[in-house]
């Protein structure tokens, strides 16, 4: 079964601080996703990459960049956090483009 | 503009009883479409998808229904059960550069009494 894993649950970090939130994905899945999950907005899509180093940006990339230097890693980076970031995050992944996307459990930023 | 809507935030049903989402979208180029299902404290899980060329989809309880003239689908559960309570996510896609491009819908929670 595919594992999307992120590495915290919760986190809460304060105004102007480098943030980092990393997902691992254990399928060797091509193509990752980093979203954000808003009450009343869904989930909207921040960045996916389709290869290592490679990167798309999505509906909503300001204030955010990432990293792909491994297949299975994908780095979130809020360069300085601000708390209209203040949010839900999940990553996904999935071996096509086509294809249904798994999705981890989430980490909730709350950036004061 | 949101191009995926739900328009029930939430929805309540008794257990046994048929749970309707509904789901609308603005782009007549999205082609595919999925429902997600999100517990509290975990990540969206797929759960029924559906192309454009097709008009129904089943799989077990649930069943999804495209009307792409009114621009429309529907996710149906026969029975609900307790269990299927839980926040529901739309989504649509078109072919982008890259493959395909998901939107998502805001989600409806849906509440299945016992």
């Known amino acids: 079964d595919v594992k999307v894993t992120q590495s915290s649950r919760y986190l809460v970090k304060r105004t102007g601080e480098k943030v980092f939130l990393e997902c691992v994905q254990d399928?060797?899945?091509?193509?990752m996703f980093w979203y954000r999950q808003d009450p009343g907005l869904g989930l909207r899509l921040i960045y996916f990459?389709?290869?290592?180093?490679?990167?798309e940006k999505g509906d909503i990339p300001e204030g955010y960049s990432v990293s792909r230097e491994k297949k299975e890693r994908f780095s979130l980076i809020l360069e300085s956090a601000s708390t209209n970031q203040t949010s839900m995050y999940l990553c996904?992944?999935?071996?096509?483009?086509?294809?249904?996307?798994?999705f981890g459990d989430g980490t909730r930023l709350s950036i004061l | 503009d949101q191009q995926v809507k739900q328009n029930s935030p939430s929805l309540s049903v008794q257990e046994g009883r048929i749970s309707i989402l509904n789901c609308d979208y603005t782009?007549?180029?999205?082609?595919?479409f999925l429902w997600y299902k999100k517990y509290p404290a975990e990540g969206p899980t797929f759960l029924i998808s559906?192309?454009?060329?097709?008009d129904k989809n089943e799989d077990g309880r649930f069943t999804v229904f495209l009307n792409k003239s009114a621009k429309h689908l529907s996710l149906h559960i026969v029975p609900s059960q307790p269990g299927d309570s839980a926040v529901y996510f739309c989504?649509?896609?078109?072919?982008?550069?890259?493959?395909?491009?998901?939107?998502f819908g805001p989600g409806t929670r849906l509440s299945v009494l016992p």
């Open positions: 399928m060797d899945h091509e193509n």
């Open positions: 996904a992944s999935n071996a096509n483009l086509d294809q249904p996307q798994h």
């Open positions: 989504a649509a896609s078109e072919w982008g550069n890259y493959g395909q491009n998901f939107v």
């Open positions: 782009n007549s180029m999205f082609d595919y």
């Open positions: 559906i192309s454009s060329i097709k």
């Open positions: 990459s389709y290869d290592v180093k490679m990167k």
